[in-house]
């Protein structure tokens, strides 16, 4: 997933240790754009006719209608056309891996409109349309391997997915698993820490993925409202939820906001985060606010 993968576990076997890797080497050949045989990729070249997918890609599918719902729109899978026209159709590990889409054409829908059939494990995405498992895929994926390692006899496990965390079970500390949150720029290290029982961790970043196209400056956060780059002021946003899929979806939704609307859409979600500015300012959701930055620390 071009990310470092860590597993942490208390009394997981080697076995299911080695499992739950594998588990995800298997989420990764399913659900990355850049493989022309995953089911990313065939439903993106699918044409607008039904696709025959594997149980996990019919529970990302299920999980990206969820997020849509909950997101109010905000996070939205099918951004893809848009991010490879901006310059970010090649994999960022090996740049011989490349998107694959189906000659550009009009939709007929929006994500709305992808219709997922899961006794008959079948996939119908609109003709147009294209879809990307990106960061939810990471989010869901690493909740996957911490559900599998539960399963295997492990007291707890976090899997941490290019810093993107699931986690659950008993936790190495007694105040729960401690989570470092970087600045926005990584060189100033560590803005704070926070301990959390379980759920999802997970941050979205104007910052972390960049590349210049034509000289200019961009990144891979598109606003599915204007299908343009978005140009908001926020360089990164923290958020703790119940589950990495949704720390995911809420974070995307979250940036997308802006500075004014970041910290209430995340109130709003039941949601708690972290909140920096491209000016600098780190603006905290209501639970947090009474610890302040050295209480969390």
């Known amino acids: ?26 989420l990764e050949r399913l659900w ?14 699918s044409d607008g006719f039904p696709t025959a997918v594997a149980p996990e890609t019919i529970v990302l599918l299920q999980t990206m209608q969820e997020a849509h719902r909950l997101t109010g729109g905000a996070f939205d899978p099918t951004v893809l056309r848009a991010l490879v026209a901006h310059g970010y159709g090649a994999s960022r590990v090996d740049d011989s891996r490349r998107t694959l889409l189906a ?33 939810i895929g990471k989010g869901l994926a690493a909740d996957l391997a ?23 079970g008993e936790s190495p500390h007694p105040a729960g698993w401690v989570v470092e949150v970087e600045h926005a720029d990584h060189a100033a290290g560590v803005l704070c820490r926070f301990a959390v029982s379980g759920g999802g961790v ?7 993925r960049r590349w210049t196209t034509d000289g200019e400056s961009r990144h891979h956060v598109i606003d599915p409202a204007t299908g343009a780059q978005s140009g908001t002021d926020i360089a990164a946003v923290t958020v703790i939820g119940r589950s990495g899929w949704s720390a995911e979806a809420h974070a995307t939704a979250a940036l997308l ?8 859409y995340l ?6 985060g972290v909140v920096q500015t491209v000016a600098g300012e780190v603006l905290l959701t209501p639970d947090l606010q009474g610890l302040g930055l050295e209480g969390l620390g």
């Open 267 to 272: 109130a709003q979600h039941h949601a708690s």
């Open 103 to 135: 000659d550009a054409a009009d939709s007929a829908g929006g994500f709305c409109d992808v219709d997922v059939d899961p006794l008959g494990e079948l996939v119908t995405v609109p003709a147009g349309l294209a879809l990307d498992a990106g960061g």
């Open 32 to 45: 990355s754009r850049f493989l022309p045989t995953s089911d990313i990729s065939r439903l993106n070249l």
């Open 257 to 264: 906001s802006g500075s004014i609307g970041a910290v209430g």
């Open 146 to 168: 911490v559900a599998a390692l539960l399963t295997s006899g492990a007291a707890g496990a976090l899997v941490s997915i290019g810093g993107d965390l699931a986690m659950a």
């Open 202 to 208: 997970a941050t979205s970043s104007t910052l972390s």
């Open 1 to 26: 997933m071009a990310c470092e993968l860590h597993v942490m576990t208390l009394g997981a076997s080697q076995r299911a240790v080695a499992d739950a890797v594998a588990l995800l080497e298997r």
